[in-house]
């Protein structure tokens, strides 16, 4: 039988919101003992610019989600999952989807959830 365990888990200092909460919720479960720049230098967050060869140096810079998230746990070790979905216009799948996240989390014993 599995049990739900609430952690308070407080944003780490940084000024990227992933970044601070990756930090606070891995620090907050035990999973990263050091403080918040050595996360993000090993992380490879904390300096990001990941600018598209055939962009135009002025615009904005390339960021995929998922894979630099991804990456960027797979760095310090931890393996991560996510689901990103677009919810405008809106999805008509959604339930489906927080369902089949549901099902994926209650399987596994040891999980953190950011939202």
Partial sequence: MQTRKDIAVTMG?????????????????????YDASLFMVLS???????????????SVTVYEWNEEHFRALDRIGVFSETST???????????????????????NTDVVCLN
Avoid at 44 to 58: D, Q, Y
Wanted: proline letters at 7%; a positive charge.
């Fill in 85 to 107: 979905t677009i919810l405008h216009p809106p999805v008509r799948s959604v339930k489906k989807l927080q369902e089949h996240a549901k099902n994926r989390i209650l399987r």
């Fill in 44 to 58: 490879g967050r904390g300096f990001p610019l990941i600018v598209e060869k055939k962009c135009c140096a002025s």
């Fill in 13 to 33: 200092p940084c000024w990227q919101t992933y970044v601070s909460s990756a930090f606070g919720a891995l620090q907050a479960a035990h999973y990263w003992e």
